[in-house]
């Protein structure tokens, strides 16, 4: 059993920037594709960005393309999501997720009801951008 602990989270002025960490347990990253995942009131769950086992492929839904990066250290068996130029629809709940079924970055980041049925969530970190 995976477990997935989100950190980072917090609240922050549209234009900043926050680094969100998911630190895995109980077996080694680099053999599962992660991803990062956002829940805001109201809205379904949705692919923010997603990396496959390697770190060779991600993938970016297009409303966060070019202000976030995704990243992994699979020696410290975390995955990381730098956010830069935050905006008030950025605010949501962030959850990481890990699936070993899928080969390609943006498959993961379409898949959350495999990661459901079979993958593993975190427990979710909110991120918050108002003035």
């Known amino acids: 059993q995976l477990q997935l602990v989100e950190s980072g989270g917090g609240l922050v002025q549209p234009g900043g920037s926050l680094r969100l960490s998911c630190a895995a347990s109980?077996?080694?990253?680099?053999?599962?594709?992660t991803g990062w995942f956002r829940q805001a009131p109201g809205k379904e769950r949705e692919g923010v960005s997603c990396?496959?086992?390697?770190?060779?492929?991600?993938y970016y839904t297009d409303s966060v393309k070019g202000r976030f990066t995704i990243s992994r250290d699979n020696a410290k068996n975390t995955v990381y999501l730098q956010m830069n130029s935050l905006k008030p629809e950025d605010t949501a709940v962030y959850y990481c997720?890990?699936?070993?079924?899928?080969?390609?970055?943006?498959?993961?980041?379409?898949?959350?009801?495999?990661?459901?049925?079979?993958?593993?969530w975190g427990q979710g970190t909110q991120v918050t951008v108002s003035s």
């Open positions: 990396i496959t086992n390697s770190g060779s492929s991600t």
């Open positions: 109980g077996f080694t990253l680099d053999y599962y594709v």
């Open positions: 997720a890990a699936l070993k079924h899928v080969t390609t970055a943006q498959a993961m980041c379409v898949s959350a009801h495999v990661i459901s049925a079979l993958g593993s």
